[in-house]
């Protein structure tokens, strides 16, 4: 799977937007580009996938650039409980659906 | 009830010891996976199976075996534990028909001594 770059860390203020950058300037045609999150003490939860459109679900949404190197996950409305590390995976579903291909992540801070 | 779960939730065993990681699910799904992850680092992934007779490596698997009794069973031995097994241990399943998301334990952590 082709590789993803994501600052260490963010932080961010209660009740605002916050944008989370991932860059896969190797990007293959057949990659999907999946986020994960891990809530403190807790297993890895899905948050959000795409292609190449931008995606909108009840978690996030999920701004894709054009030429897919880079995809964006904003959070519209922080709170405290969204503190938590963010994975931002590329899922090659061309080669049988592989594992998953965990980084660091971003660990992001929210401050009331 | 959770979908996957994890037992022990946790555990302090000596080095030298064998011990079994257990996991179960009731989602149904045919894919099940196993995870280790230490203090500021990501997921590293030990093994894998697609179904029942399937079983794959991951990137660490040495140290490791696995069994999968049943589709809804996963479990990860430590055939002589040594210290540097001491992590957080994650259970994740999926179901290649929905889109394969994978949907995780809530973790074991054991410490080996």
């Known amino acids: 799977d082709a590789k993803t770059t994501q600052p260490n860390s963010m932080e961010s203020n209660e009740e605002e937007p916050v944008h989370l950058p991932c860059n896969h300037s190797?990007?293959?045609?057949?990659?999907?580009i999946h986020w994960y999150r891990q809530l403190p003490s807790q297993g890895p939860e899905y948050v959000i996938h795409g292609l190449t459109s931008n995606v909108n679900n009840r978690m996030a949404s999920l701004a894709i650039a054009e030429d897919r190197k880079s995809s964006t996950l904003i959070l519209h409305r922080a709170t405290l409980r969204d503190a938590a590390v963010y994975y931002c995976i590329l899922r090659d579903r061309g080669s049988g659906n592989t594992p998953l291909v965990f980084g660091k992540g971003t660990r992001l801070s929210v401050i009331a | 009830d959770a979908d996957v779960t994890q037992t022990p939730r946790n555990r302090i065993t000596k080095t030298g010891k064998r011990i079994m990681l257990e996991c179960s699910q009731t989602?149904?799904?045919?894919?099940m996976y196993w995870y280790r992850q230490d203090p500021g680092l990501g997921l590293r992934l030990i093994y894998y199976?697609?179904?029942?007779?399937?079983?794959n490596k991951g990137e660490i698997s040495d140290g490791y075996s696995v069994s999968r009794q049943a589709q809804a069973k996963f479990s990860l031995s430590l055939e002589s534990a040594i210290p540097n097994q001491t992590a957080l241990y994650f259970c994740?399943?999926?179901?290649?028909?929905?889109?394969?998301?994978?949907?995780f334990g809530p973790g074991t952590r054991l410490t080996v001594t």
């Open positions: 199976s697609f179904d029942v007779k399937d079983i």
């Open positions: 994740a399943t999926s179901d290649h028909g929905t889109g394969d998301e994978q949907y």
């Open positions: 989602k149904g799904h045919d894919r």
């Open positions: 190797t990007i293959s045609g057949t990659d999907y």
